[in-house]
């Protein structure tokens, strides 16, 4: 019998445990660290009694446990199994993303209790992100699994202290027909450098981020915005880099929809920055303002405890964007958006700690360029030439 260690495997410490996680297959096990030690003595097809010779510091009963644990959870694989077939295919696909992005992934697809099982404990009962609670016939539909109790942190956050600027309320028109908003809008990465009015500002801002109306979710109110929220939980909040705005100062500014607001953060945010902010990106010195979308992630896992909520937090970030862009297309802006940024400096330009308060997205907006020198040309013969359009 030959066994190797299992190329999609992530170990570490929870709880004081220490955890081995083989995935997509494995089960996240609780085992003595020397486990570590064991599962290195299996880096290629080897037996275990080879191993047992290689661990030879370690009792060989240790270690023939150890083996017969690893290999119950999935850390070790037998050579010309199904699983451990499926494990080269896995590391293969997910290539240079591993072990990060597989690992987020696989480990965060399940229903796992958070406490990992033991060898003769697996498993636990399975719980969803988004499962309503009972609610009695005709109430509102209650957002998801009872949250935690205790304090919950504000529905809104405010920085009580930034000098803020009260934002106009007219709201801007927003007549432009669907069809016309939904194919016209491009990312633009060719601005003409002109300002934007604050009006402008105000109403995207109110438009993607303000809230639309409060429900009672039976622990008290919660919002909603033109985007659907995992939960309507609003974890995710704005923060503007105004660049070229009309009657702003260049600065970091946290938008407060409450209020209708924006709170001044940092002063300053020059062109220069803004481009070594988006990881060097030359368009990002040309729109007349960023918009950093940070998660603010109490809100979320107070009331989903499941680290799969995290995922709800990107999808979130997405949606704010995509009507982030729409509405920027209908107020005849040029929207564009990066994932491409150096979250500890943008977040310290919002003034957030960057673990509690993350940055997951930055959106920008200007006047779009007439003719957009960095947009893409259209696919021709060539192109087409070059592309296999269907397959398996
Ligand atoms: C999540 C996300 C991240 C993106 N990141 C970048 C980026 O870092 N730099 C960039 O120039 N464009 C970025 N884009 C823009 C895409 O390149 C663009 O959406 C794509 O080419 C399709 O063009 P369209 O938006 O005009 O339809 C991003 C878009 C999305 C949705």
């Known amino acids: 019998m030959r066994l190797r260690r299992s190329r999609c495997l992530t170990c570490y410490w929870h709880d004081g445990a220490f955890v081995v996680h083989p995935h997509p297959h494995g089960m996240p096990t609780a085992l003595h660290p020397a486990a570590a030690e064991v599962l290195a003595a299996f880096e290629d097809w080897t037996t275990p009694g080879e191993a047992v010779e290689l661990l030879g510091h370690l009792a060989p009963e240790t270690a023939e446990e150890a083996v017969t644990a690893l290999v119950r959870c999935g ?13 080269e295919r896995a590391a293969r696909r997910w290539g240079s993303w591993m072990p990060e992005a597989s690992f987020f992934h696989h480990a965060t697809q399940g229903v796992y209790d958070p406490a990992p099982a033991t060898p003769d404990a697996p498993g636990s009962a399975p719980s969803t992100p988004d499962a309503p ?5 005709g109430s509102l539909p209650a957002p998801g699994p009872q949250e935690a ?11 009580p202290d930034a000098p803020r600027v009260l934002l106009p309320r007219r709201p801007a028109g927003l ?14 990465r060719d601005f003409t ?9 105000a109403s995207l801002l109110a ?13 008290g109110a919660l919002y909603r915005r033109t985007s ?78 499941t680290p799969r909520a995290y995922r709800v937090c990107l999808l979130d970030a997405g949606h704010l964007g995509q009507t982030f862009a729409l509405t920027a297309t209908a107020l005849g802006l040029g929207p564009a958006q990066t994932g491409a940024f150096r979250d500890s400096e943008v977040a310290g330009r919002c003034g957030l700690d960057g673990t509690g308060s993350v940055p997951l997205y930055v ?5 779009p360029a007439p003719v957009d020198e960095d947009a893409p040309p259209p696919a021709g013969v060539a192109a087409f030439g070059a592309t296999v359009l269907s397959g398996p």
């Open 207 to 219: 438009t993607t981020f303000g809230p639309v109306d409060f429900i009672d979710c039976g622990r």
């Open 193 to 201: 450098g002109a300002p934007v009015s604050l009006e402008t500002l």
């Open 75 to 87: 850390a070790l694989l037998l050579h010309g199994s199904e699983e451990a077939l499926d494990d």
């Open 228 to 305: 659907p929220q995992g939960g309507s939980r609003q974890e995710i909040d704005a923060y503007v880099g105004a660049l070229r705005v009309d009657g702003l100062d260049p600065g970091w500014y946290h938008y407060d929809g409450l209020e209708h607001a924006l709170g001044l953060l940092s002063e300053g945010c020059t062109p220069e920055d803004a481009v070594h902010l988006c990881a060097g990106q030359a368009w990002a010195g040309r729109p007349a303002f960023l918009v950093v979308l940070a998660a603010r992630l109490e809100r979320m896992s107070l009331k989903y405890p």
């Open 149 to 159: 109790p205790g304090p919950r942190p504000p529905l809104f956050t405010g920085f």
């Open 363 to 367: 959106l920008a907006a200007g006047r």
């Open 175 to 188: 007549r432009a027909p669907f069809d016309e908003v939904l194919y016209d809008r491009r990312t633009h």
């Open 133 to 137: 609670d009972p609610a009695p016939a």
